[in-house]
Nanobody, 125 residues
């Protein structure tokens, strides 16, 4: 069992930055691939970024490439999402997720076994 707790969300102006963190419980964090998803009101939850267990494989949705960076610190059981040049369309609840498909940067929701409760990110224009 892996428990995930996101933090770092908030209100920011367009063009600003935020760093999301996701702290995982347990001693198996380093054997899980991790991902970030987001869900805007009235929309489906969508993939944002993913990183494999060792960090070698990383993937982003096209709309955040060059602006967002996913990283992980296995010693701290934490995955991060650095978000720069934020846009109003980035407004959503952001969720982190853990996958036992450890060697992959997984893009699909069904590939993830554990989910956090989410943190709200609001970007004002």
């Amino acid at each position: 069992q892996v428990q995930l707790v996101e933090s770092g969300g908030g209100l920011v102006q367009a063009g600003g930055s935020l760093r999301l963190s996701c702290a995982a419980s347990g001693r198996t964090f380093s054997s899980h691939a991790m991902g970030w998803f987001r869900q805007a009101p009235g929309k489906e939850r969508e993939f944002v970024a993913a990183i494999s267990s060792g960090g070698a494989n990383i993937a982003y949705v096209e709309s955040v490439k060059g602006r967002f960076t996913i990283s992980r610190d296995n010693a701290k059981n934490t995955v991060y999402l650095q978000m720069n040049v934020l846009k109003p369309e980035d407004t959503a609840v952001y969720y982190c997720a853990a996958s036992t498909r450890s060697g992959f940067a997984n893009r699909l929701k069904y590939q993830y076994n554990y989910w956090g409760q989410g943190t709200q990110v609001t970007v004002s224009s």
